[in-house]
């Protein structure tokens, strides 16, 4: 830049965008008192983006630089590419009386302008967005003027396709809900004034090029809408229709006329009945609900029915609409409850759960203490009965304190499970194996006589031996286990003299150099 020459201009051209910018602050300020009613926050939000991209107007028109001016042009399309979608969702809003639209629309209705965004801070590198930018000086003053490129005209598209649909739905639900005409007039002709302003100023015959006047016609369209729709209540005041009432309702609504005919329903009971209303309408309400008893309902008893077709289940009340007549039309209120149901499921397979919890080691996976007991003395019992037999067997990790106070518990820890895996693995689907101790485990095999007991006992034995379990610093723990099994041949042992003649094998194995099996006196 040249030295001595004003980095800040202020000619006329500055003079519009200010006073847009003012103005639009006050109707900020006038919509900051209103109620939050459907439409009026994404209207607040519109009015605030406008108040941005005039003031990016006004900061471009001041400077000089042309990197300064440049930044500005690019911030100013926070607000175009905004000020389209918000009125997209203030007549969503408005027409579907939500305060709040989904996160998802949202993300999908600004998908593309966030790629125009993009688009624009990176114009430098690719062009798509204005193809030259250049500056240009008139009567003083220095202004930026910019030549469209291919993506310019997408975002156009897309802005008044979005500004064409939201007209039509407000004069639409307009037209249809509210006596006077005026509001419907405002609607249609708010954004008409914004495209006009645009249309102008994009124009190839356009004198003055760098005086965008779309953000007039933006704050000219809100102060049409403010005078037109806000201050005549029309938001606040929509007269209440059938379809208000009845299709705004979470529960399906069926109406049947005392013979059981339906004479009416909502848009959520014909989903449950899986067909349209002019299916519906004048038939009996029995040949959709066979499973209802419509007369019961209707005299105030309720019941849960199930809806084959589509495998929910819903909670049916009813009322007369005449409690007094002696016959009168019915109204049936649907409720699905299926999500009560499945959460009710949910609870009893967590109390299963929790009752397998407390007949399970949470380490190994195997029964407790507590289910091994229960289920030896349940086998006890059945082998005095049949004078049959069973086998139990104890096995002891020898040598386990010194693994965990060499290795730690993690070790430890990993021992214990691939001890149990081991112990798992040999024995057949009607065995219960447990951990019953810190280092001890034990096996209840049902008709089991002494030789089939000591087979297995010894094949666990060079299971557990055969463990392998490498530490992060390449040493190995050797895991080998001292066992003792004691048989039961009809009689009546007590489970407590059964685990006395297992233990007594299990100390004699040990004392015997550990790593072996050993077998209970008869």
Not at 112 to 125: D, R
Not at 257 to 263: E, K, M, Q, T, V
Request: one cysteine or more; proline letters at 5%; aromatic letters at 6%.
């Amino acid at each position: 830049m040249l030295p001595g020459r004003p980095m800040i201009q202020l000619t006329l051209w500055s003079i519009s965008p200010l006073l847009v910018t003012l103005v639009a602050v006050g109707i900020y300020l006038r919509l900051a008192r209103t109620p939050r009613l459907p439409g009026i926050p994404a209207f607040r939000a519109l009015v605030a983006v406008v108040v941005f991209w005039s003031g990016c107007q006004f900061a471009e028109s001041l400077f000089v630089l042309p990197l300064a001016k440049l930044a500005a042009l690019k911030a100013s399309y926070v607000g175009i590419v905004l000020a389209p979608v918000l009125w997209f969702l203030f007549a969503i809003g408005y027409a579907l009386r939500q305060s709040h639209i989904s996160p998802a629309l949202r993300n999908a209705l600004a998908a593309l302008p966030l790629v125009t965004l993009v688009l624009v801070f990176s114009n430098a590198w690719h062009g798509l967005m204005w193809q030259d930018i250049r500056l240009v000086r008139a009567d003083g003053f220095t202004a930026l003027v910019t030549d469209p490129g291919p993506w310019f005209y997408v975002n156009a598209v897309y802005a008044y396709g979005l500004m064409t649909v939201a007209t039509t739905i407000l004069a639409f639900v307009l037209a249809t809900t509210t006596r006077p005409r005026l509001p419907v007039v405002g609607v249609v002709l708010a954004p008409l004034v914004v495209s006009v302003a645009n249309l102008l100023y994009l124009l190839p015959a356009n004198p003055v090029p760098w005086f965008d006047l779309t953000t007039l016609g933006v704050v000219v369209a809100a102060i049409i809408l403010d005078r037109t729709v806000l201050r005549h209540g029309v938001l606040d005041n929509i007269p209440v229709l059938r379809e208000r009432v009845l299709e705004q309702l979470a529960e399906g609504v069926i109406v049947t006329a005392p013979d059981g005919r339906i004479i009416d329903v909502n848009q959520v009971a014909t989903g449950v009945l899986g067909a349209a209303r002019s299916e519906v309408e004048g038939t009996p309400v029995t040949r959709w609900l066979p499973d209802l008893d419509a007369a019961a309902v209707a005299d105030g008893r309720s019941g849960t029915l199930e809806i084959q077709a589509h495998g929910r289940y819903y909670d049916v009340s009813g009322a007369k609409l005449d409690p007094d007549a002696p016959t009168s039309d019915v109204v049936l209120a649907l409720r699905d409850v299926t999500v009560r149901r499945d959460t009710e499921l949910a609870l009893r397979v967590a109390q299963d759960e929790l009752q397998r919890l407390v007949h399970t080691d949470s380490l190994t996976g195997l029964h407790n203490r507590r289910l091994f007991m229960d289920r030896l003395d349940e086998e006890l019992r059945r082998v005095e009965r049949h004078q049959g037999c069973l086998s139990v067997i104890l096995i002891d990790l020898d040598h386990f304190k010194q693994i965990n106070d060499r290795h730690g518990h993690d070790v430890g820890d990993r021992v214990l499970v691939a001890a149990a895996a081991r112990t798992r693995s040999v024995k057949r689907a009607t065995d219960v194996a447990a951990r019953i101790g810190g280092e001890e485990f034990a096996l209840l095999l049902p008709a089991t006589d002494a030789a089939g007991a000591l087979h297995l006992a010894e094949r666990l034995c060079a299971a557990i031996e055969a463990i392998d379990t490498p530490l992060m610093l390449g040493e190995r723990v050797t895991v080998t286990a001292s066992i003792g099994v004691a048989t039961v041949t009809g009689g009546s042992d007590a489970p407590s003299e059964v685990l006395r003649r297992a233990d007594q094998a299990l100390y004699r194995a040990k004392n015997g150099g550990r790593n072996q099996v050993c077998m209970g006196e008869p």
